[in-house]
């Protein structure tokens, strides 16, 4: 963990000129203040005000996959999210996530998918929710909806994200793990929709549409 905390602010110097690259469409959707594809960022539990995180610490139940939890701390570097689409080419960078489109988000640090399955998760017995995948490849239960009002996810919009393959949304409820990741939450997934689940696009680095509509290339 520390090591990333030291590497991922080089990783934010090295993005920060093509953030903020003039906001010029070019035959692209316009949305400002929209979230786009390709973004880096941190998303906030807006009920219980922690972050979306994950690290290399496996579950020791249940799947056995790279366990995901949230955390108090905003200035952790494993709290970072890559922001793609179900296929490089549904979400193209700097593109606006529409409301209702199908999403993964890409752990930065260790280059897995947000993922869920049909796991109990150990602490509240809703469902796990784990990290999954190598280099950002993982499977069809990497995919997210992103629930919001509007035509487009607002960065200052709270959001809901639905899983297409079993239909829950990602929450937390609080309960809070012990040792080796005291005090961190539980994620997982719940099959109804309330004030557990909404999400809020708190830091990160939010990708401009390219001057060039042919770039398709990644972060």
């Known amino acids: 963990m520390r090591g990333g905390r030291r590497l991922f602010p080089l990783l934010l110097l090295a993005l920060l000129p093509l953030a903020l690259l003039p906001g ?24 219980h005000s922690v972050r979306l995180h994950s690290h290399e610490v496996k579950y020791g139940s249940g799947s056995g996959q790279q366990s995901v939890t949230g955390v108090e701390a905003s200035d952790d570097a494993n709290s ?84 297409v393959g079993t239909e829950v949304f990602l929450s937390i409820t609080g309960e809070q793990y012990g040792h080796p990741i005291r005090g961190q939450r539980e994620v997982h997934g719940m099959p109804a929709a309330n004030h557990h689940n909404y999400w809020k696009a708190m830091e990160g680095v939010f990708i401009k549409p390219s001057l060039d509509p042919a770039k398709h290339d990644e972060l």
């Not at 949305?31 to 906030?44: H, N, R, Y």
């Not at 809703?126 to 239960?141: K, P």
């Open 24 to 47: 010029l469409c070019h035959g692209r959707e316009s949305a400002p203040g929209a979230v786009t594809c390709g973004s880096v960022l941190k998303l906030l539990n807006t009920r």
């Open 80 to 163: 970072y999210w890559r922001i793609r689409g179900k296929s490089d080419s549904s979400c193209q960078r700097g593109t606006p996530v529409k409301c209702g489109q199908a999403i993964r988000l890409t752990h930065v640090n260790t280059g897995k998918n947000l993922h869920t399955h049909h796991f109990p998760s150990p602490l509240s017995n809703n469902q796990e929710v784990s990290a999954f995948g190598d280099d950002g490849e993982g499977d069809d239960l990497d995919f997210w909806i992103v629930q919001c009002s509007g035509s487009y996810w607002e960065r200052e919009d709270a959001v809901r994200f639905k899983h």
